[in-house]
């Protein structure tokens, strides 16, 4: 019971915090994920790994929770920007995708084959970013924040599964 109680809320948690994350300022949520991205990248930017980013843009969509963001290089800083239609390239995918991608636990590469992750606008720009947060460290991230994001990629793994597990018994109890 509690199982299940706890796979609906985090199956149900993108339509919980969608209209909140909608309503919130894009200034509130900026500078906290702008600080993540460049302790996360810090050594790529300072080695010049980024310099491929240097006033272009990639925008992050995250589908299920209508939230948008660009991430680009303004004299050599890492910096997270309102979303833009110009952006010229874009990552869409839903929050448990991009969550199970960043705690290492997917491929980007499945998912964009099992239609889960697009890739939109300036493909060699969008393969440049791929590859080259395939390469970082994601140790480099402070211990909590690590210990936060795998615990909430295995709650999503576990209410996959179990979706997964329940799907045949629907399909045998409608067809019965």
């Known amino acids: 019971m509690l199982k299940q109680l706890l796979h609906r809320a985090v199956n149900h948690a993108p339509q919980v915090l969608r209209l909140p994350l909608q309503k919130m300022p894009f200034s509130w949520y900026c500078r906290p994920l702008e600080l993540a991205l460049q302790q996360l990248l810090n050594e790529q930017v300072t080695e010049g790994e980024l310099d491929f980013l240097d006033e272009r843009t990639v925008q992050v969509h995250v589908t299920d929770l209508g939230l948008r963001f660009v ?17 010229e390239v874009t990552f869409a995918g839903a929050s448990p995708d991009l969550l199970m991608v960043a705690a290492r636990r997917q491929d980007p590469d499945t998912l964009f084959f099992r239609r889960k992750l697009s890739i939109e606008g300036d493909t060699e720009l969008g393969l440049a970013a791929k590859n080259m947060l395939d390469a970082v460290d994601w140790d480099q991230l402070p211990k909590l924040l690590m210990l936060a994001l795998d615990k909430t990629a295995s709650l999503v793994e576990q209410a996959q599964q179990s979706e997964q597990a329940e799907s045949p018994q629907h399909a045998q109890s409608a067809n019965a």
């Open 71 to 87: 991430i680009t290089v303004l004299d050599d800083q890492l910096k997270v920007l309102p979303p833009s239609a110009q952006a």
